[in-house]
């Protein structure tokens, strides 16, 4: 199937034969590493019908005209204006077929039999809403991908600098459960967005991504809403997939830091109860405050160390 150029709100194309899964991206400014997802997926392909819906948000780096030459067979969603995470992959999911989803970044790699595992899984466990496979990082080592909700002495160390000055500190590794080898089946709280397999029915149910976060935290968030429902949320290591954290935002890492902080907020606001909310209000505005400092330092020190090379 050719690819389509299509505005946001017109979303349509002819309908073949229908899909068991659909593998959906959303990509923006991440040419390079999005071709390596793509013929990942074309070399490690599941062995049902299957279909690639890539939402582009409006990049400027040649993405869409890589799509229309070298991946005819994806689906092509182009959008004129930067939609966000959620609100991506919430149209490419309107416009998908298949029984499941497989939310992916376009700075990951799927690793043979993946795709497979996860729709035996799936199919063996239908109480199961979510999966997330194992994420590795580029060089191998484990990549921390399922996590349990917030607290506010974990919000502490991961929306400041103590976090990195304090790596140890065992709010923090509570929070990444690296009490386990994470070698093993376990229901979880949630898992990364970066790799989520989802049935789309439920997608559905829970009315997909909450768009209000534009990126960061709406997969804490889709989980979150998961449990409340009576799904169950499942970190499943056989699959695996290789994820190169940030190579999508490195270019705007400053705005990144901002968004970020704004939906940790955001999801703590809608929902903690109160108390806890008052407790953990404070730190968005003081993350921000360290961590600004911090890049204002870094950068005159590296304003300096150029006039010393000179």
């Not at 990364?192 to 049935?199: N, V, Y």
């Not at 991504?209 to 960061?216: A, G, L, S």
């Not at 990144?256 to 907020?265: D, G, L, N, P, R």
């Amino acid at each position: 199937m050719a690819c389509q150029r299509i505005i946001p709100t017109r979303v349509s194309f002819v309908v073949m034969s229908k899909p068991l899964l659909t593998v959906q991206i959303v990509n923006w400014n991440a040419r390079e590493p999005l071709r390596a997802a793509l013929r990942s997926l074309l070399t490690h392909p599941p062995q049902c019908e299957y279909e690639i819906i890539v939402l582009d948000n409006a990049s400027s780096d040649g993405s869409v005209q890589m799509l229309e030459k070298e991946f005819p067979e994806v689906k092509l969603l182009a959008s004129e204006q930067n939609l966000g995470f959620s609100r991506g992959h919430n149209l490419a999911a309107r416009a998908a077929r298949g029984e499941y989803l497989f939310i992916l970044n376009p700075d990951t790699e799927v690793l043979p039999g993946a795709l497979d595992l996860l729709i035996a899984y799936a199919e063996q466990r239908p109480e199961v809403a979510i999966i997330g496979p194992k994420i590795l990082n580029p060089d191998g080592s484990l990549q921390y991908s399922c996590r349990r909700f917030p607290n506010p002495a974990a919000a502490l160390f991961r929306n400041t600098p103590l976090g990195k000055l304090f790596p140890n500190n065992p709010y923090t590794r509570d929070y990444l459960m690296t009490d386990w080898d994470h070698n093993s089946i376990r229901e979880v709280d949630w898992v990364s967005g970066a790799a989520l397999f989802i049935r789309r029915e439920v997608f559905a149910q829970l009315g997909g991504f909450d768009e209000q976060f534009f990126m960061y935290c709406e997969d804490t968030d889709l989980c979150y809403r998961a449990w409340q429902a009576g799904y169950k949320v499942i970190y499943y290591p056989e699959p695996k997939i290789k994820h190169a954290i940030g190579r999508s935002t490195d270019l705007v890492a400053n705005k990144m830091i901002i968004t970020f902080h704004k939906s940790m907020y955001l999801f703590y606001k809608k929902h903690y109860a109160r108390r806890t909310f008052i407790l953990m209000r404070p730190l968005v505005p003081l993350g921000l405050a360290l961590r600004a400092s911090l890049f204002l330092l870094k950068n005159a020190k590296d304003a300096l160390w150029r006039r010393l090379k000179k």
